[in-house]
């Protein structure tokens, strides 16, 4: 009897064991699967894997534009050094917009629109709507834009100052304004503009935009001090890293 | 002794194996559900040291305990307060007095067999 009595002890606590056993798997596999899940098709993941494809061939030729300049440096004379750091110099300066450049391009007019009205003030636009216009500009494929012979490099200002809008610090004057940008495919990016939603938000503030192509467009350099004085460099975690 | 612990890893490879899963907000409520088991189990064990086991005692205290704190986990969320510490600091107190007792017991125990051991040996 109380051998009996004894196993039967013995399974309760082992029934409780195996219920706790259960709960202690299920918060641990819980616990590990909160992390996301992912909802992807099969198609997306293509997508996405193709996009990682083509980061990884531009990186790769970075990396090569790299090396070559760097094999560039290591094997030549003393005077071709100073030539190719000069070379690398003058192609820095390019890309900072520092250097006046020509090429095939596109014009943009901002102009009045007048329409049929009795009385119709003057119409301006501001600073914020001219930004949506540049950034609308950049992803059409833009490589350089100048406003009003103002060439935007990567801080420059644009901004609103009574009433007036600045660009690199000086007034870009009131409307018609004149926007010169200069792209390797100048078809593609009127397109692109055109079908865009910019045209309204512009139309609203009664001006049009006019868009023609130029075989040869001139943009003038940044001729400002570029101040990267209160620049830092934040730390961003990558994607992946923890 | 090896009964307990193999329903312990059965109970551990069920739950693997079934890969099952609950929402985050239920969490709570199984970490309290835990805490309960182990304290069953702690005073189930010190009671067996005492000899004063009793069946009952042990299945109604686990489902009462189980019960009494998912309900006040429950009742916290509902309220907006984190009701659910009282079942945890209760249970984490019993959980380390029993376990403190367990050990005195099991020292005792030990201390006795050494000794007649001893005796035995003395008396050889």
Redesign the interface.
Known sequence: MKQKNRL????????????????????????H??TERDTRDTWEIRTSLLEEQQAQQELYKEIEEAENTLRQYKESTEHQQIDSLKQSIEQLREQAGLIEIQGSGVVVTLQPLFLDEESQEYPSINAELLQLLINELNTAGASEIAIENQRVINITPIRDVNDNIYVNNSSIGDLPIEITILTDNPEQLINQVEVSEIGDYFALENVTISIEAKNEVSLPAYDDQIDLHHIDIVDVTEEGEE | MW??????????????IT??????EY?SY??V??LA??D??FG??KA?LDSK?E?RL??TG?FINFILAVALTFLGLQLGMDLYLAAVFAFGIRLFRNVAIIRRRLLERYDTIKKSKKASKLSK
């Open positions: 039967v002890q013995r399974f309760m606590v082992g029934i409780v064991c195996l219920v706790l056993g259960f709960l202690v798997a299920i918060v641990v596999n819980s616990n699967q909160a | 009964l307990p612990v193999m329903f312990l890893v059965i109970g551990l490879i069920l739950g693997f890969n099952m899963t609950i929402p985050n969490v199984l970490t559900a835990i088991a182990f069953t189990l189930g064990i067996q086991f069946q042990f299945i686990f």
